[in-house]
T-cell receptor, first 110, second 111 residues
Framework: DADVTQTPRNRITKTGKRIMLECSQT?????MYWYRQDPGLGLRLIYY???????NKGEISDGYSVSRQAQAKFSLSLESAIPNQTALYFC?????????FGDGTRLSIL | RKEVEQDPGPFNVPEGATVAFNCTYS??????FFWYRQDCRKEPKLLMS???SGNEDGRFTAQLNRASQYISLLIRDSKLSDSATYLC????????????FGTGTSLTVIP
């Protein structure tokens, strides 16, 4: 079983819909991160959390929110999805460094 | 200026060749450096950390040049399975929350 699991793996939805991406980990790491990856732009940090209830904005947090209710789970929400949020999303965990990534969620907003 | 810059390539090399990638970073206070490998549509996976003294893992050698603010990755005796995108990652902070990713360098090893 994967140490960092993301669900769903793929999602296609319409503009304006609320979307939640889930991340769970069995590594026991305190630190969790959400990134998005776009062609030619590399990975960009959306939000990160160093502990339960600890939430910090990353480089591109606008239009996103997160929840860290348990050490093992970190969810990312798009309250009202828009087409330019179409991307590959990765969750990552770390105990300091380096980071370990989930399999990714491919999200398409039509 | 981007925090981390890489030549996107693509690098197309024959099997058995030696290939090198460089990555430059803008912040001299950067503290930790890594190379990740990413296969098409898959998650990045840690290839190796980069230490100040340079380090080697089999056919892979990583080096850090703090004075010139770049890190390098050398792959010797390239295999078909080395075909992937190689991401340079720099951690600017001591608290582990400021990872910056390069856009990646694409490598294709040709039979």
């Amino acid at each position: 079983d994967a140490d960092v699991t993301q669900t769903p793996r793929n999602r296609i939805t319409k503009t304006g819909k609320r979307i939640m991406l889930e991340c769970s980990q069995t590594k026991g790491h305190d630190r969790m991160y959400w990134y998005r990856q776009d062609p030619g732009l590399g990975l960009r940090l959306i939000y990160y959390s160093f502990d339960v209830k600890d939430i910090n904005k990353g480089e591109i947090s606008d239009g996103y929110s997160v929840s860290r209710q348990a050490q093992a789970k970190f969810s990312l929400s798009l309250e009202s999805a828009i087409p330019n949020q179409t991307a590959l999303y990765f969750c990552a965990t770390s105990e300091g460094q380096p980071q370990h990534f989930g399999d990714g969620t491919r999200l398409s907003i039509l | 200026r981007k925090e981390v810059e890489q030549d996107p390539g693509p690098f197309n090399v024959p099997e058995g060749a030696t290939v090198a990638f460089n990555c430059t970073y803008s912040n001299s206070a950067s503290q930790s450096f890594f190379w990740y490998r990413q296969d098409c549509r898959k998650e990045p996976k840690l290839l190796m950390s980069v230490y100040s003294s340079g380090n080697e893992d089999g056919r892979f050698t990583a080096q850090l040049n703090r004075a010139s603010q770049y890190i390098s990755l050398l792959i010797r005796d390239s295999k078909l399975s080395d075909s992937a995108t190689y991401l340079c990652v720099v951690n600017k902070g001591s608290t582990g929350n400021q990872f910056y990713f390069g856009t990646g360098t694409s490598l294709t090893v040709i039979p």
